[in-house]
Nanobody, 118 residues
Framework: QVQLVESGGGLVQAGGSLRLSCAAS????????MGWFRQAPGKQRELVAA???????NYADSVKGRFTISRDNAKNTVYLQMNSLKPEDTAVYYC????????????WGQGTQVTVSS
C-alpha cells in the first residue's frame, strides 16, 4: 500500500507561483512513475505532468514552460512547481502513482485546491 498526501495548494493571483508537494508513505515510490492530475469543476480530470523512475518527464501542452515536475527519492516526495499561473489553472490537484508506463495509476492522494484569481 502507498499513501499519498498533497500539500502546498492555496489562493494566488494570476502570474504568481505555487509549489505543490506530494509525500508518499507505506513503501518507497522511487521505482514508480509519479503523476500530477487536476480536475476543475465540470471538467474531466486531466494529467498535468508525470515523471518516471528514471527522471523522464512529460507535460500537458497547457502547462509546458510554466510547470516543472521533480522528485526527491530520498524524501519519497514529488513536487510540482507552478509558475505564471493563470485563472484556468484553478482546480483540485491530485498526486498519483503507477508501477510502470502503461499500467494504471493505482494510488491517489486526496487532492489540494489551487485557486488562481484574475
Amino acid at each position: 500500500q502507498v499513501q499519498l498526501v498533497e500539500s502546498g495548494g492555496g489562493l494566488v493571483q494570476a502570474g504568481g507561483s505555487l509549489r505543490l508537494s506530494c509525500a508518499a508513505s507505506g513503501r518507497t515510490v522511487s521505482r514508480r512513475t509519479m503523476g500530477w492530475f487536476r480536475q476543475a469543476p465540470g471538467k474531466q480530470r486531466e494529467l498535468v505532468a508525470a515523471i518516471t523512475s528514471g527522471g523522464s518527464t512529460n507535460y500537458a501542452d497547457s502547462v509546458k514552460g510554466r510547470f516543472t515536475i521533480s522528485r526527491d527519492n530520498a524524501k519519497n516526495t514529488v513536487y510540482l512547481q507552478m509558475n505564471s499561473l493563470k485563472p484556468e489553472d484553478t482546480a483540485v490537484y491530485y498526486c498519483a502513482t503507477r508501477s510502470h508506463i502503461g499500467s494504471s495509476y493505482d494510488y491517489w492522494g486526496q487532492g489540494t485546491q489551487v485557486t488562481v484569481s484574475s
